[in-house]
Structures are given as structure tokens and as C-alpha cells.
């Protein structure tokens, strides 16, 4: 079995050297169910440029001895107002006391030894030790009849109740990706969870 031999996080210059395998990784992840992100190195490398920009964000790497095979991204959500501030409009929360959780991507080999916690615990500590008083994640929303669901699919809800998030009603951003085997972008809708530090 594939083992991970740490978990640990990047900030600085080691966040920076290691976007180019988070793009990667994020690439391969969420080509699947329930992205199905037919994404490109030069968008992801775009994308990307918020953590570089920011000075307050973090990447946690899964490492197996040098090579990382998953991650988490984070920084202040107000990095990202340009793209989330719709979805919290009328939600009565200020942008500056969240920090967003962004992707978490392993490769499914490693899955089943606790990187899921390990990513959370690392944002989670990153955002309280900056003074951040909420954290927040987005999670893409398909339809349960979508042809493309796998029949074993099992959503990570219970996860994310266990850790204590829960939905935020009425906070749904929309993003557009080019979803595989499809010829043109089509047009997304992501539910807000949010929980207290």
C-alpha cells in the first residue's frame, strides 16, 4: 500500500515551490466525480497565483518521502472576494473574519490514513494563530441523477458535520469549468459550509 510519511505546512518560499505539483495534483483529482474538471496547466497556474500573491495563505502537503501526492490550499477569503463576495451578501458576516478553506486533492492510493483531518487541523490552527475567527469551504452541487455519478459514490458530508462545519444557507457561489467529455464551459453551483474557531 501507498503510504504517506508526512503531512506538514508550507508557507513562503516552500508554498511557492510547490504550486506547480498542487496544479497538478488539482488536474488529476478533479478530473473525477463529482468535478469532472477537464482543467490545463496554464489556468491552474493562474488560479494558483492567489496563494503566491497572498502572505497570509498556506498549502498543506501529503508527502511520500519527497514527492507530493495530496494538498490543501487556504488563505483569507477576502483574497477571493472577487469571486465569493455575492454569496455572502445579506449572510450578516464580514468577509475579513473568514478564512477559506479552499481544495483539498490526494491521489486515491493515499486515501484512508487521516490526511483529510491532518488538512483541516493545519488550516484551522494556520487561521486561529492569524486571528481569523470562521473558516469556510465550498463543495460543488450535481444533481443525484447526473449520468456521470458513479454508483459508489459517497458524498463527504458526515465528514464535514463531524468536523464541525455545516452548510450556510442562502451562501452559493457559481464558478464555470469545462466539464470532461464536454465541448464548452458550463456554468456551477458550489454551497458555502462554515464553522466558528
Known amino acids: 500500500m501507498a503510504e504517506i510519511t508526512d503531512v506538514r505546512p508550507l508557507t513562503g518560499a516552500a508554498l511557492g515551490a510547490a ?3 498542487v496544479a497538478r495534483l488539482r488536474i488529476e483529482v478533479f478530473r473525477v466525480w463529482p468535478y469532472l474538471y477537464d482543467g490545463d496547466l496554464d489556468y491552474e ?9 497572498s502572505g497570509k ?29 455575492a454569496a455572502f451578501e ?7 473574519d473568514i478564512f ?15 490526511a483529510g483531518h491532518r488538512f483541516f487541523d493545519h488550516r ?9 475567527t470562521k473558516c469556510a469551504f465550498c463543495s ?20 464535514w458535520h463531524a468536523r464541525g462545519y455545516a452548510p450556510l444557507p442562502g ?21 458555502f459550509w462554515i464553522r466558528d474557531l
Open 57 to 85: 495563505a498556506i498549502v498543506v502537503g501529503a508527502f511520500d518521502g519527497d514527492r507530493l501526492v495530496g494538498a490543501s490550499t487556504g488563505a483569507p477569503l477576502i483574497d477571493h472576494a472577487d469571486d465569493f463576495a
Open 171 to 191: 451562501a452559493v457561489a457559481q464558478f464555470s469549468w469545462k466539464d470532461v467529455g464536454q465541448e464548452a464551459e458550463s456554468l456551477k453551483q458550489l454551497q
Open 45 to 53: 497556474r493562474a488560479y494558483l497565483q492567489t496563494y503566491r500573491d
Open 124 to 132: 484551522e490552527a494556520h487561521a486561529r494563530k492569524l486571528g481569523f
Open 19 to 21: 504550486l506547480d505539483d
Open 90 to 96: 445579506g449572510a450578516g458576516l464580514e468577509l475579513s
Open 100 to 114: 477559506y478553506c479552499a481544495e483539498s486533492v490526494l491521489l486515491p492510493q493515499y486515501r484512508g490514513q487521516g
Open 140 to 159: 460543488v452541487q450535481r444533481p443525484t441523477d447526473h449520468p456521470m455519478r458513479p454508483d459508489d459514490y459517497r458524498p463527504l458530508d458526515a465528514f
